[in-house]
Structure formats: structure tokens, C-alpha cells
């Protein structure tokens, strides 16, 4: 059965701009989103995210590791957390997309995991 990550992309300061009680019910309804597909046994694992002010971005060149700390100026959105589900195929891994509460607010971007060269 194939995995896909559901991948919560977020505006930029929209935590921000709620109010704590809201902030507090969209993550409510993203605990009871997440239990849901626990108990029917696709989920495989899940996280949110802290903003990316927060994140540093790491990279090798030439033998020197650069990091730079966030927030990243070239960014208008971040990846605000993930869900990792087993299903039966990409219109399984869609539907359940759609379904998630954050695709009111944010985009929910679906990626399959799979090798990234085959051979």
C-alpha cells in the first residue's frame, strides 16, 4: 500500500493573527482529524510544526556547513506540520486532503513517498 505525506502549507503570520482561542480550536479539530485516521488505521505518523522563524536551514558546499536561521525572506508560506498516511492510491491520499480542516485555512500539499532515483 502506498504512503503519502500531507503537507500543511501555511500563509505566513496566520498564526499570528488569531486569537488564542482560535488558534486553540484549529488544532482541536486537527487532534480529531489526526485521531480519526488513527483509528481507521492509515495514520503513520503526525506533527505540527513550530513557525520557521524558528527553523534554520542547513547546507554542505564545499566541504563548509552554512546555516541560516529563519524566518526565510524568500518565503511567503510555511510548512506548518504533516500528517504520513498508508492508503489505497492517490485518490484515497486526495479525499482524505480534502477532508482535513487545515484545507480551509491553508493548502494541504499530497506527496507520495517513494524512492527519489529508481535503480
Known amino acids: 500500500m502506498p504512503s503519502y505525506l500531507l503537507l500543511i502549507v ?3 503570520g496566520q498564526r ?7 488558534g486553540r480550536a484549529a488544532y482541536q479539530e486537527m487532534v480529531r482529524f489526526g485521531e480519526g485516521l488513527a483509528a481507521e488505521g492509515k495514520l503513520l505518523g503526525v ?3 513550530l ?3 524558528l527553523g534554520v ?7 563548509k ?3 541560516r536561521d529563519g524566518p526565510f525572506a524568500e518565503a511567503k508560506e510555511m510548512i506548518g506540520g504533516f ?7 492517490r485518490d484515497e491520499a486526495l479525499a482524505i486532503a ?17 524512492p527519489c532515483y529508481e535503480g
Open 98 to 114: 480534502a477532508a482535513c480542516p487545515a484545507a480551509q485555512w491553508a493548502s494541504v500539499e499530497v506527496r507520495e513517498a517513494a
Open 83 to 89: 500528517f504520513y498516511i498508508d492508503c489505497a492510491d
Open 51 to 53: 513557525p520557521d522563524r
Open 47 to 49: 506533527s505540527s510544526l
Open 10 to 12: 501555511e500563509p505566513r
Open 65 to 67: 556547513t552554512e546555516l
Open 16 to 22: 499570528e493573527a488569531r486569537t488564542p482561542e482560535q
Open 57 to 63: 536551514r542547513v547546507q554542505r558546499r564545499d566541504g
